[in-house]
């Protein structure tokens, strides 16, 4: 099956001294099993039938998730950081190691 993708130049496999292919499993952005849903809806390599929406816009619900989750992890991180933009940004135009926080300074939550 992956075979006749790696022929419609959707993917690409690395060879073996053997010869034979590896596929990364996530090889086109999709994991293998939905590859094998949508080569029945391959026309061309720029085309596809109207059977593949269902799986395509399940993989493009899934790839939503994932990315507002990555979103609401990365927010709070940049929130912690950008007071120190700052200073890091011109420490490494200088450079110069970044200074350590006393702990007077530290954004750390008190434990006490």
Request: charged residues 25%; hydrophobic residues 35%.
């Amino acid at each position: 099956m992956l075979r006749r993708y790696e022929n419609h130049h959707l993917t690409r496999a690395r060879r073996t001294p053997a010869g034979q292919r590896l596929f990364h499993p996530d090889a086109v952005g999709l994991p293998v099993a939905a590859v094998r849903e949508l080569l029945d809806c391959v026309l061309d390599t720029d085309r596809l039938e109207p059977c593949a929406v269902p799986t395509l816009a399940e993989h493009l619900r899934a790839y939503h998730a994932r990315i507002a989750d990555l979103v609401s992890t990365r927010d709070p991180l940049q929130e912690l950081r950008d007071p120190f933009q700052e200073l890091i940004d011109s420490s490494t135009a200088q450079r110069q190691p970044l200074p350590r926080l006393s702990s007077s300074q530290s954004t750390a939550p008190d434990r006490g």
